[in-house]
């Protein structure tokens, strides 16, 4: 199938250097994939380190949740799952605090549940070394606890500390990390792009990526970007004698990980509307019915007892993907691609307009420990004209145009 015209890509011509404005999963990811292309990168990160926002949770469920038929979105996920347990596999002996990749179980805690599970695994289209159906017999012993259910394991996934993986990401000698540094705008210029930070220091380049979570669309060429913010809550809790010892990731409406550093972390919320960065009661209820739900051999514990935890606020997209590439300039799109207000088949023969040399990375809201890297990939391979790690229909599904498309298609602008 040919590619839509508002997709295709244009020549570019391989940058000396680049600068990444945000310094979680998406900014350091991206980081890595062109320092490892030799190409010198700045990340401008407003925090006073990496990972302090959506990518700050010490632990984070590596796996995919697969449908049954596999779809574009399910692909795409399950690319991204491979790509970066090849990644991180050669590290779990060298990093054991940043990544263990112990198995994860996703149980079947619901009668839908169940049946998606069950479709699953008579399809057939995944192969065992990725997923298997465990009953909860085998489920309690992989666990090393009671767990509620029977369900999915999936053998080579685990758990990442996000902020860990970040650090670990950013350490090499082609990327310069430039923290408490608030971009505030970014203008084009005659000879690239220019950066205006909180404290008056001003940057420029001639490429710019723009990975700043929710706050990405506060920046006037990607003013159209519906990035939300999605607050989720999770919780601490030490790992004392008598609480069971987990030996491999649980899910089920939320999850929990072997504990870290004598710590077990557990969630998440989820919650669109509530914008408030303080810990809530509520939500470490929320949390712990949850846990205990999974593996009843947590039911000791109470609200008073977790006394810690973190709040961080995702950031999404209406369809759930996230949004990867070269930044469109939006009212040429308008101009170019009214046509699809009255006729979404029409041909179109005018190459679509992007702001040269600026891109965004954002909008992976839960899956960033699996979408980010083989985004980050994607993206170093737009910028230096390389072939795409991903094809076409991988590509243009998370391409950031699309939200204009889908809206004069849908006569919404």
């Known amino acids: 199938m040919k590619q ?6 244009q020549p570019t011509e391989r940058p000396e250097a680049v600068i990444i404005v945000g310094a979680g999963l998406a900014g350091a990811t991206t980081a890595r994939a062109l320092a490892e292309r030799g190409i010198r990168v700045k990340v401008l990160e407003r925090q006073n380190k990496p990972a302090q926002a959506g990518s700050g949770n010490p632990q984070g469920a590596l796996y995919a949740k697969l449908s049954a038929r596999p779809t574009a979105h399910s692909d795409f996920h399950l690319a991204g799952f491979q790509q970066v347990t090849r990644l991180l596999a050669p590290l779990m002996h060298t990093h054991p605090d940043m990544v263990s990749l112990c198995g994860v179980l996703q149980l079947a805690l619901t009668d839908k549940e169940a049946k998606r599970q069950q479709e699953l695994i008579e399809l057939a289209h995944y192969s065992a070394e990725l997923v298997q159906w465990v009953d909860q017999t085998t489920a309690t012993a992989i666990a090393g606890s009671e767990v509620g259910a029977g369900g999915l394991f999936f053998p080579s996934a685990g758990w990442v500390s996000p902020p860990a993986f970040c650090h670990w990401l950013l350490e090499h000698p082609q990327i310069e990390l430039i923290t408490g540094c608030e971009v505030k705008r970014i203008n084009r210029t005659q000879d690239g792009w220019m950066l205006d930070t909180a404290n008056r220091t001003q940057y420029s380049a001639s490429v710019v990526v723009v990975c700043g979570a929710a706050e990405a669309a506060a920046f006037e060429p990607l003013h159209h970007l519906p990035l939300k913010p999605i607050r989720g809550q999770t919780s601490y809790v030490e790992a004392s004698p008598g609480l069971p010892h987990i030996k491999t990731v649980v899910c089920g409406d939320g999850y929990i990980s072997p504990a870290l550093h004598g710590r077990y972390c557990f969630g998440a919320s989820f919650n669109l509307h509530n914008h408030d960065a303080k810990l809530t009661i509520q939500d470490q209820q929320e949390n712990l019915e949850k846990l205990v739900a999974a593996l009843p051999g947590f039911a000791a514990l109470n609200t008073a007892s977790i006394k810690e935890g973190r709040v961080g606020f995702r950031c999404t997209t209406p369809d ?21 207000r009255d006729d979404a088949n029409w041909r179109f023969s005018t190459p679509a307009s992007f702001h040269d040399g600026l891109y965004i990375n954002a909008g992976h809201g839960s899956k960033g420990l699996i979408t980010c890297p083989i985004s980050a990939e994607l993206l170093a391979a737009q910028i230096c004209d ?14 950031p145009a699309r939200f204009i498309i889908k809206k004069l298609i849908r006569n919404q602008l």
């Open 386 to 399: 390389e072939p795409l790690p991903l094809e076409n229909a991988m590509s243009d599904l998370v391409h």
């Open 320 to 340: 759930y993907l996230p949004a990867v590439g070269p930044a469109p300039v939006f009212d040429s799109f308008i101009e170019h691609y009214g046509k699809l």
């Open 4 to 9: 839509p015209i508002w997709f295709s890509r």
